[in-house]
């Protein structure tokens, strides 16, 4: 058998039916097979379908469980039950463009040291990205590039990365049981970022393939089940916090070369992350100043409010440093008004714009 889906179900009907028929119409499993595993849902409309879905061979394997389990323990009961040499995981709230699960099969049949393969993951609601993989930086770990228009070229290049999410994933089989799969010390969170992490410290390379695409409904499984993402992030920290790599500035490195040369800048401080002037030395950019604004720990900041005229009239270069892009987006008239093309936006998940661009953003954004 070439490759085993493993998928846990513990979401409505609607968004169960969306999930299963694409999945099924869009693959071919002449050499594969999918194992279902209900965890804990009670939603008899649910189990209904899919136990008709069973009795129809379209499903090869249907595993139940009265009381849930969670991601690590659910799945990884899931793959004993899997004779495929390539495990696929994906979230019952990911919906899969036709072949994705072969192209990363294709992948990791042609590259005997990648260990584990990630899709292009996008938010269906705007087209923007959810996913290309994990970055990191002290005690912070975001996904790259997120956020981005779907088919920006940064996220049309395959790339390395040293972790990936498992939310629609290929894995080695025997790399997966090597490392005794799942650590089920978590519950619902960091579990595949750990796993995959892992097969980077073994020597394998985890790639980010953008011709393999789902659409992640983020939120479509997680509103409807229990997760501890503090005590999940406390203990990832606690055993990870000097073996990662601190990547954050290689991924701004490349998109910054020619927009810094001969450059120096005022920089404003968005971000409530703490890091960021360590991030900046990394990138030698030069800083004639700086500044904090009070309402940094806000998602939506409005520059008018945290910033004097000066700063709009300012006749040099300004860099703003935010946690995301989209922290900055009610500011359309301010960025307008600045016009100012060498003043530049970054933030934490490795996105590198121009103001002048940011203003087209937040235009597709407000539409």
């Known amino acids: 058998m070439k490759f085993s889906v493993i998928v846990l ?27 279902i595993a209900i965890d804990g849902c009670r939603d008899s409309s649910v189990i209904s379908f899919l136990q008709k879905k069973e009795q129809e061979k379209l499903l090869t394997k249907l595993l139940m469980w009265p009381e849930r389990k969670g991601y690590s323990i659910a799945n990884n009961r899931a793959v004993e039950s899997a004779i495929g040499e390539y495990l696929i995981f994906i979230n019952s709230d990911v919906i899969i463009q036709a072949g994705a699960i072969i192209k990363m099969i294709n992948y990791l049949d042609d590259n005997a040291d990648v260990g584990a393969v990630q899709a292009r993951l996008i938010y269906p609601q705007n087209n923007k990205i959810q996913s290309t993989g994990h970055l990191f930086e002290k005690f912070h770990n975001a996904h790259v590039y997120q956020n981005l228009s779907a088919d920006d070229s940064r996220v049309m290049q395959i790339g390395i990365r040293q972790a990936l999410t498992t939310a629609l994933c290929a894995v080695r089989s025997t790399l997966f049981k090597r490392l005794g799969g799942f650590d089920e010390a978590y519950y619902n969170a960091y579990e595949g970022m750990e796993l995959t992490l892992k097969i980077t410290q073994l020597g394998q390379k985890c790639i980010y393939l953008p011709t393999a695409i789902g659409y992640h409904i983020t939120g479509g499984t997680r509103n409807k089940i229990d997760y501890d993402d503090a005590y999940a992030g406390h203990l990832f920290w606690s055993r990870w916090h000097d073996l990662v790599k601190y990547d954050l500035s290689e991924y701004l490195r490349t998109q910054l070369y020619d927009l810094i040369k001969n450059n120096s800048f005022f920089v404003i401080y968005c971000s409530s992350l703490p890091w960021w002037e360590n991030v900046l030395k990394q990138l030698n950019i030069s800083i004639n ?10 998602r939506q900041i409005n520059l008018y409010e945290v910033l004097p005229y000066e ?42 714009f121009t103001l002048s661009q940011l203003t087209g953003v937040i235009t ?4």
Do not use: M, P
Request: overall charge negative; glycine content about 8%; hydrophobic content about 35%.
């Open 289 to 298: 100043g700086q500044i904090v604004v009070t309402n940094r720990f806000s």
């Open 9 to 35: 179900i513990e979401n409505n009907f609607e968004l169960v039916s969306n999930f299963f028929e694409t999945l099924v119409a869009g693959t071919d499993f002449s050499q594969g097979e999918l194992i």
């Open 364 to 367: 597709d954004e407000t539409q």
């Open 311 to 352: 700063a709009l009239r300012y006749g040099g270069d300004l860099l703003f440093v935010c946690n995301n892009i989209y922290d900055l987006v009610q500011n359309y008239n301010w960025c307008k008004t600045r016009r100012n093309d060498r003043d530049l936006v970054v933030d934490s998940h490795g996105n590198v």
